[in-house]
Nanobody, 120 residues
Framework: QVQLVESGGGLVQAGGSLRLSCAASGSIFKTSAMGWYRQAPGKQRELVASTTIVGSTNYADSVKGRFTISRDNAKNTMYLEMNSLKPEDTAVYSC??????????????WGEGTLVTVSS
């Protein structure tokens, strides 16, 4: 009933910028915490950034100061603004969200991911 779809990935030169979007749709009562994860070849999936319903944010040390997570609750959409991109940022980026599908039921959902490739 709930679907998350990422967009905005692509090929970018090192030092460039890219903005990812994660749109939630379906039977949504209210979105709760949301976050961006990434997985690079040969590496485990890691949490890149997260945001709570009230807007507080957390970032992995590797992206702090370069990435900015934000959300538009009215649109049930989350964004990840990536600046000063490095080749090490190359990965499949996936969004995750805790979503209230009713006043009493919450579920966790994942998007399929979008590929970000940073060339040197």
């Amino acid at each position: 009933q709930v679907q998350l779809v990422e967009s905005g990935g692509g090929l970018v030169q090192a030092g460039g910028s890219l903005r990812l979007s994660c749109a939630a749709s379906g039977s949504i009562f209210k979105t709760s915490a949301m976050g961006w994860y990434r997985q690079a070849p040969g590496k485990q999936r890691e949490l890149v950034a997260s945001t709570t319903i009230v807007g507080s944010t957390n970032y992995a040390d590797s992206v702090k100061g370069r990435f900015t997570i934000s959300r538009d609750n009215a649109k049930n959409t989350m964004y990840l603004e990536m600046n000063s991109l490095k080749p090490e940022d190359t990965a499949v980026y996936s969004c995750n969200a805790y979503i209230w599908v009713s006043a009493l039921r919450m579920g966790t959902y994942w998007g399929e991911g979008t590929l970000v490739t940073v060339s040197s």
